[in-house]
């Protein structure tokens, strides 16, 4: 069925930093303020991932967004742990994001995972921006909830501002000594060249505007080609974990970011040895909120299509890798997806 062939999907954002820079709350400040804005049924928490549409987007980046100007559905976050000893996750985000959010904290600049995030970034080139977060805890600070940054910026003492400054440039030094030019991201005329640097703060969200502006445009200018896929098409994915779940046994949180996986079919998944071939027992989705309390922590599929988060039930899941890619089998012969998968 090529009737859906070229439609865009949602760009994938990896969120890397270093561990307590405040990734998660960033992204619980995105889920929590779409919320608050009523477009709670709007967004849908994946597997490992977090779907914000276009239209929660720019209700939360008001002024600073017109929804004309994109053809991009939203955004699909993924979280990931700042932890040292989570590095092949970082990787694997890293590795499959379209783009990235570097998180910061700006009292603390650069730390070693930091370092660690940005060598990824560098040998993946995929395209980041960096949030320099927590800009509320500069001493005499005159919070603005959810505002612009800008705007926010100008509500506060000479004083504060000249300590937010020095941080900021502190980190656009650390940015500069990795190689990658940057400047703060109302500065930056061309993204393509230097990595934007976006204050704000995860706790009251100002800043969170700008973020999710210069991330849509990002995807925009530089994505758009590269999110044209055929939806119909075998699906593609790559495994972020493996995990043992009850009932199910071995099963693997994978990204899907082309084509379309449906229960029943038969995958290729790169595994410690070899490629696992095996057909797929179940689809798992997160409950709505609204549904959490019933027993059943998972709620099963038909179908997924990119970009999404999904946990794949199968047997023989057991040897899968953190980082292997996933292949639908569907009309071509498992030989020649083998092959495939062997040789990424
Ligand atoms: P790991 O997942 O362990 O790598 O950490 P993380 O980057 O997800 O950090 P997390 O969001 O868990 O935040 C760590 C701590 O920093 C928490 O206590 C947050 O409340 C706090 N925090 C995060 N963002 C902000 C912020 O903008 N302002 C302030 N004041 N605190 C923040
Ligand atoms: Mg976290």
New binding site residues.
């Given amino acids: 069925d090529h009737t859906h062939a070229d439609t865009l999907r949602t760009p994938i954002v990896a ?1 890397l ?13 995105i889920r929590g303020s779409a919320v608050s804005e009523g477009e709670a049924g709007a967004i849908t928490q994946h597997i490992g991932a977090t779907d914000i549409p276009l239209s929660t987007i720019s209700g939360m980046a008001g002024e600073l967004i017109d929804p004309d100007d994109f053809d991009l559905p939203g955004l699909l976050f993924i ?5 040292h000893s ?1 590095s092949t996750l970082r990787a694997r985000g890293g590795a499959l994001a379209d783009i990235a959010v570097l ?1 910061v ?1 700006v009292n603390d600049g650069f730390q070693p ?1 930091t370092e660690e995030a940005i060598d990824i970034l560098r040998r993946t080139g995929t395209p980041f921006v960096v949030a320099a ?5 500069t001493p005499g600070w005159n919070p603005q909830e959810g505002e612009p940054i800008q705007r926010s910026m100008e509500a506060q003492s000479e004083r504060a501002k000249s300590m937010l400054d020095e941080n900021l440039y502190e980190i656009i030094g650390q940015l500069s000594d990795a190689g990658f030019s940057a400047d703060l991201y109302w500065r930056v005329q061309d993204f393509q060249k230097n990595i934007g640097v976006v204050p ?5 969200g100002e800043g969170v505007p700008d973020l999710l502006t210069v991330l849509m445009g990002l995807s925009q200018r530089f994505m758009k080609e590269e999110m044209a896929i055929d939806v119909a098409g075998p699906g593609e994915g790559t495994v972020l974990e493996v995990k043992d779940e009850r009932g199910f046994g071995a099963t693997i949180d994978t990204v899907v970011y082309d084509g379309v996986i449906r229960n029943g079919d038969t995958i290729v998944v790169g595994g410690q040895n070899e490629p696992i071939v095996t057909e797929i027992r179940a689809l798992l989705q997160p409950r709505p909120l609204a549904e959490i309390r019933t027993e059943k922590q998972f709620e099963k599929v038909a179908e997924v299509g990119a970009a999404a988060g999904v946990k794949i039930a199968a047997p023989d899941l057991d040897k899968a890798m953190a980082g292997a890619p996933v292949r639908v089998v569907r009309d071509r012969s498992v030989d020649e997806v083998v092959e495939e998968v062997k040789a990424e």
């Fill in positions: 969120v930093g270093h561990v307590d820079h405040g990734k998660t709350s960033l992204l619980d400040k979280d990931t742990p700042g932890h989570f998180v904290d995972q977060n927590k800009v509320d805890t704000l703060s995860a706790l009251t």
